[in-house]
Structure formats: C-alpha cells, structure tokens
C-alpha cells in the first residue's frame, strides 16, 4: 500500500457525461500528479499541482481540469467524456515538487469506463 | 525532449530463469532520475527503485538488482531466480529538470513478463 488513495475505483458514464476523480497523497506529500494509462497512449502525464497552485501540464485536454484543496486533495475533472477518454487514471505524489530525494508513489487508480 | 524505450514488448521465461529487462533513455539535461515500477496484473503501479545520474554505482536488492551505464544510457533491470509472482509489466520512467522545478515523469511503453511454472 503506497499510502495514496483514489475514488472511486471503478466508474461507468456515458458519452457527454462529466465525472470527477478524487485523489489523497500520503501524509505529508504536497505535490499530486495525474497520469493516464490507455492501451494506445500508454502512460501519459496530465497534470501536476503543488501546494494548491498548478506546477506542470503535460498532455490534459481542454475538457479535463484539475484542482488541488486546502487539505491537499486534489480532483480531476473530465468533462463532454468521449469513448476515447476510457482509461485508467492514476494519481501519484511526492514530498515536494522535484528535488534530490523526490519519488512519485501511486494510487490504485481509477478506471473510467464511457459507453 | 525525453524519451524512454522499452525494446521487449513481452519476455517469458521459466521459474528459477534469470531474466533482463531493458530500458534505454533520451535527455539534454545533465541531472535525471530514472525509475522502474512494476505494474502486476491487479493493476497499481509499484515504485521499485530510483537511480540519481550522477550516481552509476549498480544496486542489488534481494533478488533485483539495476545496472545503470551513462556511456549507453541504458538502465537496465535483472530479475534473478525469477518466480512466478514477479509476472507484471514492468516500466522503466526519466524525469529532468534543475531543482525546484515540476519532475513529471516520462515513462517507456512498459515489457510484460510472464514467468511460468
């Protein structure tokens, strides 16, 4: 257990749907990362935030946002879902946004289903 | 920009084989992190281990051990006395960029092994 925990596990929509995934870092990370896992894209990166504030993006379509709270939380928020939006959606997180000692542990991941 | 590549889409080898997996990069930066996480059929992705580029001393950790070469930026990963329980895809990821800065990582395309009975 990496200690980064993600909701829900498994989730079904539709096409034209808007979903939101929820995501907690370990206990004393302050950077969340978002990454995408789909059989032709692989392992792409989406976005990451820092403390609240975005730090990096990376491949996140415009229909896609992300926050990250106060209690360092963080959500991403896929809207106008298309078939090709099904996928698996890791969140990660580490200490602090890059540094000598930084790694990035993972959460279980949702997997989001759109028929 | 940083690329990473897995040659071998899928290994198969028997329990007890030694096994090899290869993992070479692209970077302009001097100062990268390269990392390999081992993703098992339930489907999180589990951080092995990280190896510092100014670090090249090899590392073993029971049965894994990571040979990492600067001079081939290759970063490569053996499986010794392979078991059955280590049948996963396994990635290999960089991540560049001066301290301080967002460490996003790039990962390679992932090799499935399958160790059989």
């Known amino acids: 257990d990496s200690g980064v925990t993600q909701t829900p596990k498994h989730l079904i929509t539709a096409t034209g749907q808007r979903v939101t995934l929820r995501c907690s870092p370990r206990?004393?990370?302050?950077?969340v990362y978002w990454y995408q896992q789909s059989l032709d894209q692989g392992l792409q990166f989406l976005i990451q935030?820092?403390?609240?504030?975005?730090?990096a993006k990376g491949n996140i379509l415009e229909r896609f946002s992300a926050q990250q709270f106060p209690d360092l939380h963080s959500e991403l928020n896929l809207s106008s879902l298309e078939l090709g939006d099904s996928a698996l959606y890791f969140c990660a997180s580490s200490v602090a946004a890059g540094g000598n000692l930084d790694t990035q542990y993972f959460g279980p991941g949702t997997r989001l289903t759109v028929l | 920009a940083q690329k990473v590549t897995q040659a071998q889409t899928e290994i198969s080898v028997v329990e007890k084989e030694d096994v090899t997996l290869d993992c070479v990069y692209e970077?302009?930066?001097?100062?990268?992190?390269l990392f390999w996480y081992k993703q098992p059929p339930s489907g999180e992705l589990v951080f092995l281990i990280r190896?510092?580029?100014?670090?090249?001393q090899n590392e073993i950790s029971g049965r894994y051990s990571w040979n990492f070469q600067k001079s081939t930026s290759s970063f490569n990963f053996t499986i010794t006395a392979s078991q059955v329980v280590d049948s996963a895809v396994y990635f290999c990821?960089?991540?560049?960029?001066?301290?301080?800065?967002?460490?996003?990582?790039?990962f390679g395309s992932g090799t499935q092994l399958t160790v059989l009975p």
């Open positions: 970077t302009r930066d001097t100062t990268y992190y």
């Open positions: 190896r510092n580029s100014f670090d090249e």
């Open positions: 990821a960089l991540s560049e960029g001066t301290s301080g800065s967002a460490r996003q990582l790039t």
């Open positions: 206990s004393g990370d302050l950077s």
């Open positions: 935030y820092y403390n609240g504030e975005e730090r």
